[in-house]
């Protein structure tokens, strides 16, 4: 079992292969801001500028855990990775049922999924993290991505 999904149930790892395990950002900060940044780097309490940010972050999410774990309970989300496979939704289809995909971390749809069974199977997609999904499903589902 892999976060709540078992390996039978995940497809091939040819279907499911994140770059990695983050994402890049892209932040504007002002200069006074920056050389403090650099300023505590230079002095040796960071690495670099990323170790700083990544602490920062990990300092604000570590304050609002709490709100987050609430919050993730209030809204049934999936916390983690999930991964849905061609037969994930075959079986939704088949049983007339409509998926409402609702993840903090990471969803994947697996690359042999075609559009339309992608719009036949997700009534609404509501990700807080990242989709991994091929630019047809992706564009199929663009008014149902919440």
Known sequence: MVDGCHE????????????????????????????????????GFYSNRTDLIRTAIR????????????????KSLVLGMHHYTKADLETALAAGEKLHIQVLGMASIASDV?????????????VLGSLHASK????ALAGRIL
């Open 136 to 139: 047809a499903v992706k564009a």
């Open 8 to 43: 039978d149930d995940m497809g091939t790892m040819d279907d499911f292969k994140p770059k990695n395990d983050s994402e890049k950002i892209t932040i504007n900060l002002g200069l006074i801001d920056l050389g403090q940044i650099d300023l505590l780097v230079n002095e």
């Open 114 to 126: 075609t559009a339309e069974l992608a719009v036949a199977t997700i009534e609404s997609i509501y």
């Open 59 to 74: 300092n604000q999410l570590n304050t609002h855990a709490d709100v987050v774990r609430q919050t993730v309970a209030r």
